[in-house]
């Protein structure tokens, strides 16, 4: 069975530094990964998903995200943050013929302070 | 704006009792997921439905059903509600059975007290 793990439950970063949210899964059979990003007393929203082809994915707001394939992860990064960024991250994965249902990791809330 | 639509957006309960949830998809959407997301537990999947047909069980409670209706919207029957069951519930939506991309709606509040 599938499983999730996001290593960091929060992470506090000051306006334009770097950030690295880290996430881990485990599967024995070909995955799809995805982040999602949470603001408050919202819903979910699809920040980047890798499907196949290239490793490297990135979103429209400047987030990137890597599939390594021999580490199981699938890190999300972003060079420099805005205090907009503030939000809960969910990383997700969804495994087999079937890739149905997403499993989700414990989230990471990421506090951008100026 | 996801383009899923769900209602209520708040439900207070009392326990012992039985809701309905329901979510509208995305226009052209044909699959229909359920979420549940509780401080404890986390974001858990509960049932996907895809053209009518339950394609998909997760950690679905005996006393939750879910069925999706011919114009594709979805209802979530949650029954004999137990203070645990109070969590945010969302839907999501996808064109295709297999789940590449999901939309999430705002989500239904449930407080069962």
Redesign the interface.
């Known amino acids: 069975a599938q499983s999730v793990t996001q290593l960091d439950s929060q992470v506090p970063v000051f306006e334009e530094a770097p950030v690295e949210l880290r996430c881990n899964y485990s599967s024995s059979v070909s995955v799809?990964l995805f982040w999602?990003v949470q603001y408050p007393n919202?819903?979910?929203?699809?920040l980047l998903?890798y499907?196949s082809g290239s490793t490297l994915v990135e979103s429209i707001n400047g987030f990137e995200a890597e599939f390594n394939k021999s580490q199981t992860s699938f890190h999300l990064r972003k060079p420099s943050v805005h205090i907009s960024d503030t939000a809960e991250y969910?990383c997700a994965v969804?495994e087999g013929t079937?890739?149905?249902?997403?499993?989700?990791?414990?989230?990471t809330r990421l506090q951008v302070q100026p | 704006d996801s383009g899923v639509t769900q209602t209520p957006k708040h439900l207070i309960t009392a326990t012992g009792q039985r809701v309905t949830l329901r979510c509208s998809p995305r226009s052209g959407d044909l699959s229909v997921y359920w979420y549940q997301q509780s401080l404890d537990q986390g974001l858990q999947f509960l049932i996907q439905y895809y053209n009518g047909e339950e394609r998909a069980k997760g950690n679905i409670l005996e006393r939750f059903s879910a069925q999706q209706f011919p114009d594709l919207h979805s209802e979530l029957n949650l029954s004999s509600l137990e203070l645990g069951d109070s969590a945010l519930y969302f839907c999501a939506s996808s064109v295709e059975a297999v789940n590449t991309e999901a939309f999430f709606g705002q989500g239904t509040r449930l407080t069962v007290v």
């Open positions: 799809y999602y919202q819903g979910l929203q699809l998903k499907l969910f969804s079937g890739r149905r249902a997403l499993t989700f990791g414990s989230g």
